[in-house]
């Protein structure tokens, strides 16, 4: 069978007018099966970690004197290797237009298009640690069937908790609006309080339990309040926990309830495929890429 | 069928003595159904942030000199936009006195005070702040039936472990008392704990983990007893964090458990309100605003 | 039935052999029944709140002039009245040395001792603060018997957790050792890590997440390793997390499945006393203080 | 029955070669049942933990002229002795070369190896803090029979969720790059952004919680990033926390639902070994060591 776009499910009836040297490429390029075609994927997740620390390195002052000539170059390498990556992809893809537009090939595109940008202006060449991004395809390449029942949980566990997880954000950024308004009230621009916008970054630092420092009460009705609001931010953090918690408690019993469709067993382990009585198939194989 | 006001739950029993035109305005200011009256919330919400955006964008004082004519002509704006809603509301409302004593009656008015208070009182329009409590109207507006019941269940955890969370805070309040003491007889005022209420402060900072550093231990003794109180601050949290996890799986196990009325099965989805077997009506609807 | 002193448990069996003043005394002291009970009890603890206050206020430099002298008497008001308080529990107590031995017993001879001490001994009265302990016989004024099973719930599954808590405070404990000692070897007396004590101290701060920045990592390598550190610390609170709420949920789930000893039947809520179905008793009540 | 080393699991087909005595003294070294083995075990924790105490009082400069002498000493009894108890072990071990390859083993032997490094090489004694890690000797000692399945079950949890938190650690590393690349393009190195390096610490002071204030951003844009980055701090940590709490649910479930082998009854206890109706064996003995 003929390598598949990544982010497209498979779709058996789809014909393929892809030529054979093609097919070959977009094997190599985006399957998964053969030895060679990990050994793609394993060779460019690195080269894309070695882009990436490269670029940090490179606003090291202190190593710019050193590295920085090779550092230039090792960028264009990095910048040809994966624009030839990208016209591979756009080449070897049975609908190049719809992996061009996938999540995937933006990223593939805005991880090379900084280096191009950088001859014409200034300062772009730092949004190349964009490249990070592209590591999200090590998911990918490493996550067994196994492993994507009990991502599709979390993903499931945090869909349905959607609604009362909103309801902790709202609650959150209305509590750093009116303790950031009272503060700028009670302490004033005088002790750091500038203006309400910088009270309310000083409520986020302080609910969120950060603390930096920089801004703090001085007067006793501030430090009062702010311990309020500190013991709020310290508390309240149980509750999106709480949610997250009982929603995955909750995926896992669901599916541990489904009943078989052949023999009615319930009680079923998260990632079982077949009944564990009858061995009939529970669930339809997870939407995986094939090539 | 008329506007109701916000708060009320629906009595159907209740006469309406409201003329046609202000039943017709109640429908647009309290309604949610008709494509006007959400468009009326949607550019009340819209308007909220705008004004609570522009109250603290007022207190910057590099934007003062450029945007300061323009920010005190749109709040006079805004002011007279909510004075005229508020009114409406008065007007149209089925029992005008029981809105006006309502918690978003009560929120409408103080959104507005501030302003006509200003001009005979300095600093009491920065009060305006308090506007951003309209926004908890957002909830009402988008928050749709199925909804309802997640947010039931968050409330209905809270409540039910009210007692264990009274528990745990006295317990944070007594240790925050105790390390302050314990650490301004060690530390002492040459060090920065001054009194016993600001080493009190400094145990709040350190044991809900915020961590400004204004003020810090310095002597060995206070190094280990303020070590001791890190420790605490940081795994205690696990006990609230508990309560609130147990209590919301406990609530949506009760709720699964609640048997059908009509068969007597049980499991039914947290969100269910027929029976999945013979679709009896498993409990009554929720208490929505119906127009 | 006689007052009894507070942390003995029912023993009905045992004599009596106070007069009755002492009774009625006793009645008044230890008892929650009689109204006039509860008022002595509310009394106290307001005096213990205002007591504790005027403690904290006296160190606050500001007010020591003005409020210094007034203060100073109060504290005697205050000395007075417990110490009248603790004479009153040992004379009307059933078994005074057992009340003088117990928890409360204890706290009370403190909460009085310093005030003398201080005659003597220069820097004592701050001890008062302990009185702040008073206060937890809060719990048992306020805390109804249905709140007792919920009480309960939160200790059996703090007990059950115990190991599991022990595993997990050696290893953060023997994480902050190691981390400290190579923060000390990393950065070294120059960059403020002045001694293991004090890195370790440096590593409490940052794995609680408290973060007071009065120590911070300067060398590249430095920063790396404390980014570890935090990374750990961030993560690691999951678990201790993770132990309570399971004992939590574990805790209800076995209340739940205790059957009827007399039908049998199980699911009863935690807080139940009695089978919903047969009415038999689930379990015997709660040890509680009676007069 | 012969003693055996501490890493291996009990296999009784083994034939034993070693002589009387050096049975006698693994016994003693090895062994956890005779007061006598109990006894050398406990003398060695609390030597271990005299050690690692002195090693960090050493580095006090203020207690250097002191106790400098004492220390140099002590130290080199505690190595004397830790030789011996590893030369010990060697000898009287069932099986030396698999001892010395144990995590225990290299962990004995890396706690002398510093003491004799630091006679030709200078700062090389401070790796002696690595004795701290021979005190997690002490679960072994202490870990009684019916903590062993606690503990399991912990392990058990955070083994089921791996997949779950890797996809949750690399989500982590990822927001800290694009986080401290945004800023270092926002704030700049002359507001102590000196490269993206250091901005990716800043990142991970800031979403660790942790908060030191040595760096912080200074302008608006900086600060309404740097909030964003908090609150996603703040409130990702619940997903580690909901991962760990709901496996170790699950875990215990799964547990619970073990059903006896020959009676079919479920729902034992976490700690039970035996059917609580029929008695039979529900589980193998947990692999312990025994001499």
């Known amino acids: 069978m003929p390598a598949q776009p990544e982010p497209t499910l498979p779709k ?11 097919r070959r490429l977009g094997d190599l390029i985006f399957g998964l099966d053969t ?3 990990r050994a793609y994927d394993v060779a460019l997740i690195a080269t894309i970690g070695l882009s990436v620390f490269s670029v940090m390195v490179e606003t090291v002052a202190s190593l710019q004197p050193v590295f920085g000539r090779v550092l230039r170059d090792l960028e264009w390498i990095f910048t040809v290797a994966f624009t030839l990556d990208y016209l591979g992809r756009l080449i070897s893809a049975r609908r190049p237009w719809h992996y061009a537009r996938s999540f995937y090939g933006v990223v593939d595109l805005l991880s090379i298009l900084p280096s191009y940008l950088a001859l014409f202006f200034f300062g772009t060449q730092y949004l190349l640690v964009i490249r990070v991004l ?4 090590l998911f990918r390449v490493f996550k067994l069937t196994r492993y994507l029942s ?8 945090l869909r ?4 009362k997880i909103t309801v902790f954000m709202v609650t959150v950024l209305s509590l750093v609006l009116v303790f950031g308004t009272l503060m700028y009230l009670i302490e004033g621009p005088k002790h750091g309080f500038t203006s309400i916008p910088t009270s309310v970054y000083w409520a986020v630092v302080t609910i969120s339990t950060v603390g930096y420092g920089d801004i703090s009460p001085q007067t006793p009705l501030g430090k009062l ?3 309020v609001a500190m013991l709020f931010g310290y508390g309240i953090i149980a509750v999106p926990t709480g949610i997250v918690t009982a929603g995955l408690v909750r995926a896992q019993e669901r599916r541990r309830l489904d009943a078989c469709p052949q023999c009615g067993l319930t009680g079923h382990e998260p990632d079982a495929r077949h009944c564990k009585r009858c061995g009939a198939l529970l669930r339809p194989a997870a939407p995986e890429t094939e090539p």
């Open 225 to 227: 309040v702010a311990s």
């Open 150 to 157: 009990e991502a599709d949980l979390l993903g499931e566990a």
């Open 134 to 137: 592209r590591v999200l395809r």
């Open 12 to 22: 058996p009836a789809l014909p393929d007018h892809r030529s054979a040297w093609r």
């Open 160 to 163: 349905a908790s959607r609604a």
């Open 35 to 37: 030895p060679l075609a």
